[in-house]
């Protein structure tokens, strides 16, 4: 029997210092118009607007309540980025998953801050685990725009059992392809569905939030899409269906898939190099 999983990504309209809040509200409920089981929304887009920038608040609060209703109104699974308040005045960059009566199952806090003794640095702390969460149709996990160029990030999420790896971002990118080859490797790399959520500042133009919400599969098909556009890109897919295995016999039966033949024949024994601490540049 295919285990299938409807999936959302949402692309929101960016403007400067409005809140796009209300925008993602109604993308959500066009997801669950459309049987989304899960729906991923962009990195801030849930946060509130203060001062003209993103604001933070508690968790739960406001902003995880007004999802937590669409969640349980559509009996579905939401992964809504937000700002959440932590000490000191300073915040998490916090990915809060609900599950499909609207209660909180747990969150992500980005581990890898945009140039952390600076900028983003200034008021967020960074996250220090790679948390999986269980719903009623796999194993998913979450990370967040800069942890794309971690790739050692994705792995441990694989390891951990994660089928699909929702990435909420407020990227730019001048053509795009920097992005998609990041998330297409990152899908075959851990044989696993990808998920991408971005803002959109429409018209499109080259170094601005450029949209694209995709659903990548395991061999890096796009199976969602919403184009240099607001909207909501929807796919059904097989969490059973990964990349199969071209052997035969025992062989076939031993390594019936990519993901267990790259999972299988790893040497963790030579990647020390990648726990080492560094002090300075290499």
């Known amino acids: 029997m295919p285990r299938l999983v409807r999936i959302a990504a949402c692309s929101v309209e960016y403007n400067p210092g409005v809140t796009s809040r209300p ?36 968790v739960p609060g406001p902003g995880t309540d007004a999802f937590a209703t669409l969640a349980a109104k559509y009996k579905m699974y939401l992964i809504v980025p ?11 960059n916090s990915a809060v998953v ?18 952390p003794n600076f900028n983003e640095g200034e008021r967020t702390l960074p996250g220090d685990d790679i948390p999986v969460f269980k719903t009623d149709f796999g194993t998913i996990g979450i990370t ?16 951990k059992g994660a089928e699909i790896i ?36 429409m018209p499109y133009l080259a170094g601005k939030h450029y949209g694209r919400s ?18 909501v890109a929807i796919a059904q897919v097989d969490l059973d269906q990964t990349y199969p295995m071209w052997y035969q ?9 990519m993901r ?15 726990v080492k601490p560094r002090k300075g540049e290499i």
């Open 166 to 201: 929702f990435w909420p971002s407020a990227a730019m990118d001048y053509t795009g392809d920097l992005i998609e080859s990041l998330v297409n490797a990152r899908a075959i790399d851990n044989q696993v569905y990808f998920v991408a959520a971005h803002f959109i500042q």
């Open 260 to 274: 267990k033949t790259i999972f299988k024949t790893r040497r963790p024994e030579l990647y020390g190099e990648l």
């Open 214 to 231: 995709r659903i990548i599969d395991p061999m890096g098909r796009t199976r969602g899409d919403t184009g240099h556009f607001e909207g």
């Open 249 to 257: 016999g025992k062989m076939l039966e031993e390594y019936p898939t």
């Open 98 to 115: 609900l599950d499909r009566g609207g209660k909180i199952i747990g969150r992500y806090y980005k581990t890898h801050l945009c140039l």
């Open 82 to 92: 937000l700002l959440e308040k932590a000490e000191a005045g300073k915040h998490y």
């Open 144 to 159: 967040t725009c800069m942890d794309i160029h971690y790739p050692e990030l994705y792995t441990t999420l694989a390891l």
């Open 23 to 58: 925008r993602a509200l109604k993308l959500v409920e066009q997801a669950g118009e459309a049987g989304a089981d899960i729906v991923c929304l962009p990195e801030f887009s849930c946060a509130p607007i203060a001062d003209g920038k993103f604001a933070a608040e508690p």
